[in-house]
């Protein structure tokens, strides 16, 4: 690893603040209230190259790597967007342009990954069901071969951005779990067209981050042309750690990112606040906390710059990035909440903005893997029994 700040670096930095500061806080407490898609923050995101970060050049991208898109999504929630700084990148300019840049066939590449790059083309992943949260490989939607066709059922839940989505990739059974030696076997994953028909899509309300929908969506006899499976046949599974990997980094860079951006906003109100005729951030129980939060943030920023490059290498990096999302994820949890405390009643008001990136933070507890899930993880990785 190298801690020198390259030319491109500094420029994905720079870029990511011009951005930041059209699109800060008060935009994004509207979208939130109005339940509204920031199309504007899409399009940008596209004339500044972030969607295409991870895409080949040949395919009109940048050709970089999970280094430069954790550092374009932290400095994005750091500096104004909050959650939404990973949130528009993660699912379509990360998850689905990996999968289809590693896995894909080159008439799959050229169809998708230049209006990926692009931000023409919106993805969503479907991952989660009902009864397939957390475990993956109890997915219970199938996918049965008829023909030059596969016929998908099943239901997906908390499908982000599949509410307008031109594509999904779907996570599948070809061979029922009962039927196959490893659980990891009988899994595929297909590019299904969202106006196909047999394609139901249900919003979910939920608690913030409503500047998108994630819903439930319906799969009834969907058919998918055999040319939009992904990677092989019943081995979807290593197809999908591909895409999990860089999902994991990318809410690190939102743990970070929404914790400093708290932080830096408490920061400056304690400095005006005063309070027995001297600011707030004077007193120690004031900054303290803040100050503590802030340094596990940075080390947390560390890791997640280990398990990037490790990716980029093509290295093995699971223990890496589940460390680094478990991290960040509890050092900028405690960030916004000790950020709150130090706005007293007014950290509770939505025009401060903290009260809605305290609702944003807390998903990152949840997902893409629990916290406990992630500490199993470790905690396997380093000598302990399986648990799960």
């Known amino acids: 690893m190298n801690f020198e700040s390259t030319e491109e670096r500094t420029m994905i930095r720079s870029t990511a603040e011009a951005v930041a500061a059209d699109y800060g806080p008060e935009y994004w407490r509207e979208k939130e209230e109005n339940g509204e898609f920031a199309q504007g923050f899409w399009d940008e995101l596209g004339e500044a190259g972030f969607h295409g970060l991870l895409v080949p050049e040949e395919y009109g991208g940048a050709g970089m790597g999970m280094q430069e898109m954790g550092l374009a999504m932290e400095t994005l929630c750091a500096e104004g967007c909050g959650m939404a700084g990973t949130w528009y990148l993660v699912l379509t300019a990360g998850m689905a342009a990996v999968g289809i840049r590693e896995n894909g066939t080159e008439a799959q590449k050229e169809r998708y990954l230049t209006d990926i790059a692009t931000g023409e083309r919106n993805f969503s992943i479907g991952i989660t069901e009902p009864e397939a949260g957390t475990n993956t490989l109890n997915v219970a939607t199938r996918a049965e071969k008829d023909g030059d066709e596969y016929v998908l059922n099943g239901q997906k839940a908390w499908i982000?951005?599949?509410?307008?989505?031109?594509?999904?990739?779907?996570?599948?059974?070809?061979?029922?779990?009962?039927?196959?030696?490893?659980?990891t076997d009988g899994i595929s994953l297909f590019i299904v067209d969202m106006d196909a028909a047999?394609?139901?899509?249900?919003?979910?309300?939920?608690?913030?981050?409503?500047?998108s929908k994630s819903c439930?969506?319906?799969?009834?006899?969907?058919?998918?042309?055999?040319?939009?499976?992904?990677?092989?046949?019943?081995?979807?599974?290593?197809?999908?750690v591909d895409m999990l990997n860089p999902e994991r980094i990318g809410f690190a860079a939102a743990g970070t990112g929404i914790g400093k951006l708290a932080a830096d906003t408490a920061i400056a109100y304690a400095n005006d606040r005063e309070v027995f005729d001297a600011p707030i951030g004077s007193h120690q129980a004031v900054s303290f906390p803040i100050t503590k939060a802030y340094a596990r943030m940075e080390t947390a920023a560390l890791m997640r710059e280990k398990a990037a490059w490790l990716y980029d290498q093509g290295e093995e990096c699971g223990y890496e990035t589940n460390v680094a999302k478990a991290t960040a994820v509890e050092a900028g949890i405690e960030a916004v909440k000790q950020s709150m405390q130090a706005f007293g009643g007014w950290g509770y008001a939505t025009e401060y903005d903290i009260e809605r990136w305290w609702r944003e933070i807390n998903l990152t507890r949840l997902a893409p893997v629990s916290q406990q899930m992630a500490y199993n993880h470790i905690g396997q990785q380093l000598g302990f029994p399986r648990s799960y």
Do not use: C, Q
Not at 166 to 174: L, S
Not at 198 to 211: A, C, F, L, Q, T
């Open 216 to 240: 439930e969506v319906f799969l009834e006899d969907v058919r998918v042309p055999e040319e939009d499976l992904l990677g092989e046949e019943d081995g979807g599974w290593w197809s999908l």
């Open 198 to 211: 047999g394609i139901d899509v249900s919003p979910i309300s939920k608690h913030g981050i409503n500047y």
């Open 160 to 183: 982000t951005f599949s509410d307008r989505a031109d594509n999904m990739v779907v996570v599948t059974r070809t061979t029922p779990l009962e039927e196959v030696e490893r659980g």
